[in-house]
């Protein structure tokens, strides 16, 4: 039985982007944490917004990523919180550099 490291996880989840604006959930700071427990990736997550109009979407495509990647991951659950409110402070440099400009 393989189990994933958080990097592993967060690798995965960094192939999906926020159609918003453009950038990976990862570089965004909107992935907060994920371990595997045996076969299964539990992630928490927020979104930027609690009226994201993608947010079904968004979470799907978390799952997908993560068993598309992770081959030995039977199931996902995502764990979506609103504390801590996510904000841009919480973004790679990258990401506050471009949506600062």
């Known amino acids: 039985m393989m189990s994933y490291t958080k ?5 995965a989840i960094s192939t999906v982007n926020d159609p ?3 950038f990976n959930l990862v570089e965004m700071g909107l ?3 994920a371990v595997c ?3 299964d ?3 928490t ?3 930027s917004t609690k009226a994201c109009p993608l947010h079904q979407m968004i979470l799907q495509w978390v799952e997908e990523a993560i068993l598309r990647d992770l081959e030995e991951v039977k199931g996902v659950k995502i764990d979506l919180v609103w504390e ?3 904000n841009i402070s919480m973004a790679s440099d990258e990401v506050k550099a471009k949506l600062a400009g």
């Open 7 to 11: 990097d592993e996880i967060f690798k």
């Open 20 to 22: 918003e604006v453009g």
């Open 31 to 33: 992935i907060y944490d």
């Open 37 to 39: 427990e045996d076969t």
């Open 41 to 43: 990736v539990i992630v």
């Open 45 to 47: 997550m927020t979104l």
């Open 84 to 86: 801590p409110a996510w």
